[in-house]
């Protein structure tokens, strides 16, 4: 009786990491990689124009920017989440030109606490020094080890404050339910996606290849990168 009752919990607990982590994986691979181009621009434009957004200051410091639109979290007590987006530098050695061709990311993460229901998060992460977007073009990136990150100010005209802040290599804000703020990924992994890199430029390229081989944009990106050229069309010394 009491082995039985043990294997019941430990097939509850199982079921409730497992479930929650397959169900935001097949939710985050719905999108083609032109999709999520498209959803990437539409989250980028409204979290860097909101009133309370990404302060252009910080904007207009950043090497690289990250968008994650639309990370799906679901779990009950074990939670999960699992995200697909696009990363664009400034282009040159320095990471002071226009911006580059996307890189198509992936992220993942988990969570624990008592939780249920399922929800869907868009994120904006601004690299804030070439050491920090290396590390992401390389390959999975630990956010918080092998990157340091912080939930970034937020409102048009804030600047960096804290130690913290003005230390970090990367910025996060995040925007769920039309509330807008600064949000840590610490713990989250961040790495460019090989398959959908593959069938968005028709051949297999690392992240570092897209970003230095000056690789054409699609069209897909066009939405993207006209507007991180509207909102940030040259690099403000730090």
């Given at each position: 009786?009491?082995?039985?009752?043990?294997h019941?919990?430990?097939?509850?607990i199982?079921?409730?990491?497992?479930?929650?982590?397959?169900f935001?994986?097949l939710l985050a691979?719905?999108?083609?990689?032109?999709e999520?181009?498209?959803k990437?621009g539409?989250?980028?434009?409204?979290?860097v124009n909101?009133?309370?957004?990404?302060?252009?200051?910080?904007?207009n410091?950043?090497?690289?920017?990250?968008?994650?639109?639309a990370?799906k979290?679901?779990?009950f007590?074990v939670?999960?989440?699992?995200?697909?987006?696009?990363m664009?530098c400034?282009?040159?050695?320095?990471?002071?030109?226009?911006?580059?061709?996307?890189?198509m990311?992936?992220?993942?993460?988990?969570?624990?606490?008592?939780?249920?229901?399922g929800?869907?998060?868009?994120f904006?992460?601004?690299v804030?020094?070439?050491d920090?977007?290396r590390?992401?073009?390389?390959?999975?990136?630990?956010?918080?080890?092998?990157?340091?990150?912080?939930?970034?100010?937020?409102?048009r005209?804030?600047?960096?404050?804290?130690?913290?802040?003005?230390?970090?290599e990367?910025l996060?804000y995040?925007?769920?339910?039309?509330v807008?703020g600064?949000?840590s990924l610490a713990?989250?992994s961040l790495g460019?996606d090989?398959?959908?890199?593959?069938?968005?430029?028709g051949?297999?390229?690392?992240?570092?290849e897209?970003?230095?081989?000056?690789?054409?944009a699609?069209?897909?990106?066009?939405?993207l990168?006209?507007?991180l050229?509207?909102?940030?069309?040259?690099?403000?010394?730090?």
């Amino acid at each position: 009786m009491i082995q039985q009752e043990i294997h019941y919990r430990l097939t509850k607990i199982l079921f409730g990491l497992v479930v929650p982590l397959c169900f935001v994986t097949l939710l985050a691979r719905a999108d083609t990689p032109q999709e999520r181009l498209t959803k990437a621009g539409q989250a980028f434009q409204e979290l860097v124009n909101a009133s309370n957004g990404i302060p252009r200051k910080l904007l207009n410091k950043a090497d690289c920017v990250v968008v994650l639109p639309a990370v799906k979290k679901a779990g009950f007590i074990v939670g999960g989440q699992y995200g697909k987006g696009v990363m664009s530098c400034r282009s040159g050695a320095t990471f002071n030109g226009k911006w580059s061709a996307p890189v198509m990311m992936q992220s993942s993460g988990g969570s624990f606490g008592l939780q249920a229901g399922g929800e869907a998060t868009d994120f904006v992460i601004l690299v804030m020094n070439g050491d920090g977007a290396r590390t992401v073009l390389k390959g999975e990136a630990k956010l918080g080890a092998d990157t340091s990150i912080a939930a970034g100010p937020v409102g048009r005209d804030a600047e960096a404050s804290t130690s913290e802040v003005l230390s970090a290599e990367m910025l996060s804000y995040s925007r769920s339910k039309g509330v807008f703020g600064g949000v840590s990924l610490a713990g989250t992994s961040l790495g460019p996606d090989t398959g959908d890199n593959e069938k968005l430029y028709g051949k297999k390229m690392s992240g570092q290849e897209i970003f230095s081989e000056g690789v054409k944009a699609p069209a897909s990106a066009e939405a993207l990168l006209s507007e991180l050229h509207r909102a940030s069309p040259t690099k403000v010394a730090k």
